[in-house]
């Protein structure tokens, strides 16, 4: 710790105003996310405790039927918004952070071993990271989330539809970690320390490993740290779209979905609050990852 | 100089005033599911064919029976089960066809074979047959006197077109076929298909040789419909003018519509009751106490006030209140009571509750989604653990009526006017013949007998008396929890006249511009 809190990275850290604002937000956001039990007022994904009559409530007035207060309002269904978005919030962000998790092995794997072994292996990988490249992600995220939904039975589909996301995020995101890693080491692979691992007879999956991989892991942090910022926003897409998070269980896309339609007819806060939420935290995470590779990229210095 | 200039300005505004030829851009949630005008007996799919196709009779904006193909009908004096129909002369099909008789023998045959939806209303009938080249007689098994009434939605197609292109029986969309008539047409209607995307926009061009020109003359000269799935756009398509009439302002825009210039809302109560069926053949729903126990943790008003905004009118009983039949007493809806619920579930066993998956259409009635949502909430307070399965109805009514599912939504509206038609839809117990679209497991031979009956029975005071102890026994069984009737608002451009129609059918030969 006290080695950390005497590093350059450190020093230049608290000498970036903005990467301390981002980074502030984004922990804040997290740590709301983790407590949501604690925190919210209502349990928003128990449709049981909703009470229709609460629907549409503005934000700090009495709702005219049951007179109830709530800090942000209500949604349609009568779920207060603020529980919702801390709700919703946590699901964002364990989808993205899931997602990112499972871009990152797979493009870690893949990138490692199309770099360090080379030949057909690194053609096959990589045009097959060329083709993926051609395609929007989020058009593979949807092709993915509609295969898993034809192929689940319909009472599972709810209770899947997170691990569905991740996986068509997870998967529609590998490409451009496997290209840097594999960039990285083609690099590294030519360094003497790595003729010397193999001069005392070290095997290949040690060396890329224990050698290798800890040397080219610096731009795969700050490769998903934007990543996360792209996940996040995939899963609100999706949601949004309507295939993703389920009206029941509300993601932040899905809460933003909803309030959509009544942006006309005044009841802004729907739509508003779990955008903004959204904002900050897609904001905050994308500038905390320009900063970071700004900081880890010495070339840029 | 000035005096010149405004001749010029009044010349342009002469010649850009519409005269008798104007586009009507229009939009509703979802679109038509298929052009074939047998295959689907669907709200909006007839609402689409209407424009192309005719039947014998039809329905105006106010909901009357006008003469169409036929120009007039009666039965027999010496022969009370044989009705007679004149057809009208000189009425050319689209591609220029002559329509005689025996397209009438041929559509209504096509309309009773299998794959059709629409063979319910014609349950009674026994024969049909030419008289002459305009003349059909339509025989029916026992005397039906209400037999037109059936007749109004019934459309006519071209004996020749549909050999020559195949199409000899509907296709059936539930198995996910297709023919030649999904997408093609060759009606003798007002407008004529130009071109077709389904789901995306479908163009229609008036028809210089409608027969109804001289009768009606139609102002609009184009027709480009495109379905809008979500309410904010298809709001805000009005708002910013990119369509002149949406038949489903969302109740959250009635007010902004209004208030908006150069646009109004037109509003009507519609003859449609929404629902949800149950299964009574298995699971938990085959308990009737669970199904008397769901039917009163509904809250009905709440769903009115909160989720409709006030545009629905709750209701007990699955009948909209223009239908023979309907009565204050059936409509009175139960009383709202979670702790008798809970006690009927308790009763019935299920004191802890079940899980059950609710399908529910999202384009197909107003708010549908919505209030699907909300009946998630009010069975998890008598412990039901409902998933909710939101789907375009393209894909919900084949699940709908295929009687996979053991809890859904469906709207239906009565084109007859009578009991009848929802009997025979929704009650009979399904064969091949009626009860399509009760896949609700609900039968009991009693109850076909007594509806096969109506058929032909003349003294309409002893019908009545049937209907009302059919509606008894439905009401016991409650494989049904109605929810309300709709009331429509379509929003359209202030230069518009056009009157809502009952039945949710523009038919845009009888628009004008004001």
């Not at chain 2, 197609?157 to 030649?180: I, Q, R, Y």
């Not at chain 2, 469906?410 to 007859?416: I, N, S």
């Not at chain 2, 058929?455 to 009545?464: F, K």
Request: glycine fraction near 6%; hydrophobic fraction near 45%; charge should be negative.
């Amino acid at each position: 710790m006290n080695r950390f809190l005497k590093s350059d990275f450190f020093y230049d850290f608290l000498r970036a105003p903005i990467a301390v604002a981002s980074f502030v937000v984004v922990s804040t956001l997290i740590l709301l996310a983790l407590l949501a039990n604690f925190i919210a007022p209502t349990n928003p994904f128990d449709p049981a405790s909703l009470n229709l009559m609460n629907g549409f409530t503005a934000p700090m007035e009495p709702n005219a039927f049951t007179g109830e207060i709530f800090l942000m309002g209500t949604d349609d269904q009568g779920r207060d918004l603020f529980s919702a978005i801390l709700f919703g919030l946590r699901v964002s962000l364990f989808v993205g952070l899931m997602a990112v998790l499972l871009a990152t092995v797979i493009g870690v794997f893949l990138g490692l071993i199309a770099g360090y072994i080379g030949g057909w292996l690194d053609s096959l990988i990589m045009r097959l990271a060329d083709i993926q490249m051609t395609f929007p992600s989020i058009l593979i995220a949807m092709l993915i989330y509609g295969v898993a939904r034809g192929v689940l039975p319909p009472e599972l589909r709810d209770e899947m539809a997170i691990t569905v996301l991740i996986l068509s995020i997870g998967l529609s995101e590998w490409v451009s970690i496997a290209r840097t890693v594999r960039g990285s080491t083609l690099v590294e692979k030519e360094k003497e320390y790595v003729a010397a691992a193999r001069l005392i007879g070290l095997n290949h999956s040690r060396i890329m490993i224990r050698h290798i991989l800890p040397n080219v892991l610096s731009p795969v942090l700050v490769i998903a740290t934007i990543t996360l910022a792209l996940a996040i926003i995939a899963e609100a897409t999706l949601s949004f779209l309507g295939v993703g998070a389920p009206p029941t269980k509300p993601s932040l896309g899905t809460l933003i979905r909803v309030g959509q339609d009544f942006l006309f007819s005044g009841e802004w806060w729907i739509l508003l609050f779990p955008a903004l939420t959204l904002l900050a935290l897609a904001l905050s995470v994308n500038l905390f990852g320009d900063w970071l590779r700004d900081t880890l990229n010495p070339r840029l210095k | 100089m000035i005096k010149k200039l405004l001749t010029m300005a009044s010349a342009v505004v002469m010649i850009t005033t519409p005269t008798f030829s104007e586009t009507i851009r229009w939009a509703r949630a979802g679109d038509s599911i298929t052009l074939d005008p047998h295959a689907q007996n669907e709200g909006p799919t007839h609402a689409l064919a209407h424009q192309m196709y005719d039947p014998l009779l039809q329905r105006d904006m106010a909901g009357a029976i006008i003469p169409a193909l036929a120009t007039s009908w009666k039965a027999l004096d010496n022969n009370p089960n044989v009705w007679r129909f004149k057809l009208r002369q000189g009425v050319k099909f689209h591609d220029g066809a002559d329509f005689t008789s025996e397209d009438v023998v041929f559509s209504l045959n096509r309309a009773m074979a299998d794959g059709s939806e629409m063979k319910e209303l014609l349950s009674s009938i026994k024969d049909i047959r030419a008289v002459d080249t305009h003349t059909v007689d339509l025989e029916t098994h026992g005397a039906n006197p209400l037999l037109v009434n059936n007749l109004t939605n019934m459309f006519i197609m071209d004996k020749g077109w549909s050999e020559a292109n195949n199409v000899l029986t509907p296709h059936d969309v539930a198995k996910g076929e297709t023919n030649f008539a999904t997408m093609n047409t060759n009606g003798t209607g007002a407008f004529i298909l130009v071109s077709r995307s389904v789901d995306e926009k479908t163009v229609l061009k008036s028809n210089p040789n409608y027969w109804g020109n001289n009768l009606y003359p139609t102002e609009v000269s184009k027709i480009i419909y495109t379905p809008i799935q979500s309410a904010a756009t298809r709001v805000a398509a009005l708002l910013s003018g990119q369509v002149d009439i949406i038949q489903d302002v969302p109740v959250q825009d009635l007010d902004r519509v209004r208030e908006t210039n150069g646009l109004k809302v037109a509003t009507a109560a519609q003859n449609r009751v929404i629902f949800f069926g149950l299964d009574t053949a298995e699971g938990p729903t085959s308990n009737l106490k669970v199904r008397q126990a769901m039917n009163i943790a509904i809250n009905r008003e709440a769903i009115k006030k909160v989720v409709m905004r006030g545009q629905s009118d709750p209701t007990g009983v699955i009948m909209p209140p223009f239908v023979n039949g309907w009565t204050e007493k059936l409509n009175a809806y139960p009383k709202y009571d979670l702790e008798e619920a809970k006690k009927l579930m308790s009763e019935a066993g299920y004191e802890d509750g079940f899980s059950i998956t609710l399908n529910c259409p999202n384009d197909r009635y107003i708010n549908d989604e919505a209030i699907c949502q909300s009946a998630v909430g009010m069975m998890g307070q008598i412990g039901i653990d409902v998933t909710l399965d939101a789907k375009p109805k393209a894909q919900h009514f084949p699940i709908a009526k295929g009687g996979e599912a053991d809890f859904y939504m469906l709207g239906w509206g009565v084109p007859t006017f009578d009991s009848h038609y929802i009997f025979n839809y929704l009650v009979h117990t399904q064969t091949d013949k009626r009860g399509s679209w009760n896949p609700t497991g609900f039968s009991n031979s009693a109850v076909d007998a007594m509806i096969v009956s109506l058929e032909s029975e003349t003294d309409l005071g002893a019908r009545d008396g049937t209907i009302a102890k059919i509606w008894g026994t439905v009401q016991d069984a409650q494989m049904y929890l109605p929810i309300h009737n709709q009331v429509l608002n379509w929003g359209m451009s202030k230069n518009i006249k056009f009157d809502v129609q009952p039945e949710d059918k523009p038919h845009f030969q009888f628009l004008s511009f004001e």
